[in-house]
């Protein structure tokens, strides 16, 4: 069974710009959630998604958005990219986004912005 | 105050002794809680997890909760170098779905 796989795998960028991240989870799952990892503020929560309706979301600005496709795919945007969203970006995926579910992360993708 | 703190290590150990990380969250109505590898350079990878007071066991892994006291913790028996990563504890937001809150991990380094 394939895992979460997530694409690109390393992105620069420059201010300014806008960038588009993609996530496909495990098959048969369709929770995505979306995690920002940064060696100050570890990983910290985006938003969570389940069909196709985003459910919960983190703290931080609306620059930041996702949608989720009908086959569950997921897509995260950033937009007007500031130097601090250089970060490793993570997707994880579960069956249903229940509370006691466990969570399986993608390999993340590593956006730097100059 | 930290939702999830943990001690930032590092944690030295050597080969063979038991390796024990401990997390403690701030939210009483948290329900599941978690424990994660990641090696430099990689994704999380999730090794333990755990719902109910108690320990729970899984090969040279233990997982302990204590609700009352907040506070989990993760024995690694056995240590090996190939241990040697950061551990990250992660709790469950009382507020439904999957929304995780880690701490800022562990960095655990078994020495020869």
Known sequence: KAGVTQTPRYLIKTRGQQVTLSCSPISGHRSVSWYQQTPGQGLQFLFEYFSETQRNKGNFPGRFSGRQFSNSRSEMNVSTLELGDSALYLCASSLAGATNEKLFFGSGTQLSVL | ?112
Request: hydrophobic fraction near 30%; charged fraction near 20%; aromatic fraction near 12%.
């Open chain 2, 1 to 112: 105050q930290k939702e999830v703190e943990q001690n930032s290590g590092p944690l030295s150990v050597p080969e063979g002794a038991i390796a024990s990380l401990n997390c403690t969250y701030s939210d009483r109505g948290s329900q599941s809680f978690f424990w994660y590898r990641q090696y430099s350079g990689k994704s999380p990878e999730l090794i333990m997890f755990i719902y109910s007071n108690g320990d729970k066991e899984d090969g040279r892994f233990t997982a302990q909760l204590n609700k009352a006291s907040q506070y989990v913790s993760l024995l690694i028996r056995d240590s090996q170098p190939s241990d040697s990563a950061t551990y990250l504890c992660a709790v469950n937001s009382a507020g439904g779905y999957n929304k995780l809150i880690f701490g800022a991990g562990t960095r655990l380094a078994v020495h020869p």
